[in-house]
């Protein structure tokens, strides 16, 4: 029983390591981003050239631009959102 015990705290420190110890994918440190549609800004920045963010946009209704993060070596300012404004619908 003991060596169960010890067996499951070693598994679980083991474990637990390995998630302190992972670092996020570094995937908005490439020059190209596909933009637009289902991606805000920037969009997913995953692509080191420009023929490669192109091949991954064909047919997905989006666009390739440049990573701002990687052209001007600082962080984008979040945009800010306005209200869109609706016409009341009037009843019939």
């Known amino acids: 029983m003991r ?3 010890l067996a499951l705290l070693t598994l679980g420190a083991t474990v637990l390591a390995g998630f302190v110890t992972a670092t996020p994918a570094a995937a ?3 020059p ?3 933009q637009g549609g ?3 800004y920037p969009g997913e920045c995953a692509y ?3 023929e490669q963010c192109q091949a991954s946009v064909s047919g997905r209704l ?3 631009g440049p990573n701002p993060l990687f052209a001007y070596g600082q962080a984008p300012r979040p945009q800010p959102r306005t209200q869109r404004r609706t016409r009341p619908v009037a009843p019939y």
């Open 38 to 40: 289902e991606y805000d």
């Open 3 to 5: 060596k169960t015990h």
């Open 32 to 34: 190209w981003c596909a």
């Open 48 to 50: 080191s050239t420009y």
């Open 28 to 30: 908005r440190d490439y």
């Open 62 to 64: 989006l666009f390739c």
